[in-house]
């Protein structure tokens, strides 16, 4: 489809929208599906080897639970007190490590290059116009930038209120065909074959960006090498004491405040988060964008490119957005969170990123450990209240051992630390609740898990939408 940008030239609030087709979906390899394109991805939940795998694992865990208590507890204890050690010490080494700032020189605009902006948004209409009031806020010359909002042909209520913005000519919305998986990544990979920017950024509908952040990373790009093809602005969360949005905050500076500055101080891939992701877009185009398929895109499109020999960085500046305040909203969200590092993990651990040391300590750090708590919370939360009871009550050999109750407390006492640091980094209130709290939130985690556990197998491209509200009327939901 030829663009046309003297309309743009003539109306500076002209609102310029292309209708794509399905065929020129197909035309490029990035917007097409995995299947079509040949390469793997998370359309194939698990190869044969991995069945056989998992199948090989539950039946050792049924062996030895079938040999008793002390075969079966011992073994269990050893793996869980191999899991948590290395959680611990990752979390515990990130927060004493401090940051390394680079001094980085200001690009003058005539030195700016042009940057693209994706928005993919579905049912967003109550927020589309404080996502436009953000894009409008960012200090970077607006005839350098170009600001692409994908809407779903059947969205027609964000459609109109896009139109009766009458945004700036910067912005532009797609219109993205009906067809089959119905995510995200899709959506951004249309998005991706239209645009002209050297670089490029993903935003949600709630987010609030840094005015500065397009310039940070103009500048951090243009002061490194073309092997970096991404770095990720930290996200933070808007203040709000409810428990939910507290312990989102707290998971959210433990994760781009401390955990993340420290895997790219070692020079090690991570998972990206879901949105303020700046990338070279040759770097994006090569590895063929994103999977359309995988419900936690931005996780599995980090390993991507660190397996095309690509660096990711990140940056300081850092984007706002709301947490989800009510549990049934929470749920769904995290159960595709949780079942998407399970797709990616599936698919990276019979790719190349098992092959090198570096990229496969990442990826067991990163997602298999997660992936593996996320399931296991709830029943180490029963596990070592039992067992603290057994301990003051019984006379008996307790089903915990100390060593096994210490292993717990080393485990939140860790990400306390690290809240603490993230925390402080964020310039974000601590409170002694909320580390508490994390005892309580945790064990939340199994339900999820659970729940992404049957969808993994039943419905694997299912995307549970996080509702949002606007800013001015949040106080209230």
Aim: net charge negative; aromatic share 6%.
């Amino acid at each position: 489809m030829a663009r046309d940008d003297s309309t743009l030239q003539q109306h500076p609030h002209a609102l310029s929208t292309l209708q794509l087709s399905e065929s020129d979906a197909l035309e490029h390899p990035a917007a097409a599906p995995l299947a079509v394109s040949g390469r793997d991805g998370a359309h194939r939940r698990l190869a044969p080897q991995q069945t056989a795998v998992l199948v090989g694992l539950l039946a050792v865990a049924l062996l030895l639970t079938a040999f008793g208590r002390d075969w079966g507890g011992g073994v269990i204890s050893i793996i869980l007190l191999c899991g948590f050690t290395a959680t611990s010490l990752l979390k515990l080494v990130s927060a004493l490590t401090p940051l390394d700032p680079r001094p980085i020189r200001d690009l003058d605009d005539s030195d700016l290059p042009i940057y693209t902006v994706i928005a993919p948004l579905y049912r967003e209409a109550e927020v589309v116009g404080e996502l436009v009031a953000a894009l409008e806020r960012l200090d970077y010359p607006h005839d350098r930038l170009q600001a692409l909002i994908v809407l779903e042909e059947d969205d027609h209520e964000t459609h109109q209120a896009v139109r009766d913005l009458e945004p700036p000519a910067f912005i532009q919305v797609l219109t993205a065909p009906p067809g089959a998986p119905k995510t995200k990544p899709r959506a951004c990979n249309l998005a991706l074959e239209r645009a002209r920017g050297e670089f490029l950024v993903i935003y949600d509908a709630e987010d609030a960006p840094h005015p500065g952040q397009l310039r940070e990373a103009a500048a951090r790009f243009a002061a490194d090498g073309p092997d970096l093809a991404c770095l990720q602005a930290p996200l933070r969360i808007e203040s709000d004491p409810r428990f939910i949005p507290a312990q989102f905050a707290l998971e959210y500076a433990i994760q781009f405040e401390v955990v993340l500055p420290f895997l790219a101080k070692a020079g090690l891939p991570f998972p990206l988060g879901g949105t303020s992701n700046h990338f070279r877009t040759s770097s994006l185009r090569a590895v063929g964008g994103w999977d359309p398929y995988n419900v936690t895109e931005d996780a599995d499109i980090g390993f991507r490119l660190s397996a095309a020999g690509s660096r990711l960085d990140v940056i300081g500046l850092p984007t706002f957005e709301p947490a989800p305040t009510r549990f049934r909203d929470w749920l769904p969200q995290r159960a595709r969170w949780v079942k998407g590092h399970m797709q990616t993990l599936a698919v990276h651990a019979r790719g190349p990123a098992v092959r090198t040391p570096a990229s496969l300590t990442a990826l067991i750090l990163t997602l298999a450990l997660s992936v593996a708590s996320s399931h296991l919370h709830g029943l180490l939360a029963a596990w070592g209240l039992i067992g603290l009871l057994d301990l003051m009550t019984s006379d008996q050999t307790p089903a915990m051992r100390p060593l096994d109750l210490s292993l717990l407390l080393l485990g939140w006492a860790s990400a306390a630390m690290a809240g603490l640091v993230g925390l402080r980094r964020a310039g974000s209130p601590i409170r002694l609740r909320d580390l508490v709290g994390t005892l309580i939130y945790w064990p939340l985690q199994s339900l999820a898990a659970a729940r992404a556990s049957v969808q993994f197998v039943c419905d694997p491209y299912r995307w549970d939408k996080t509702p949002h509200a606007p800013r001015t009327g949040r106080a209230a939901s």
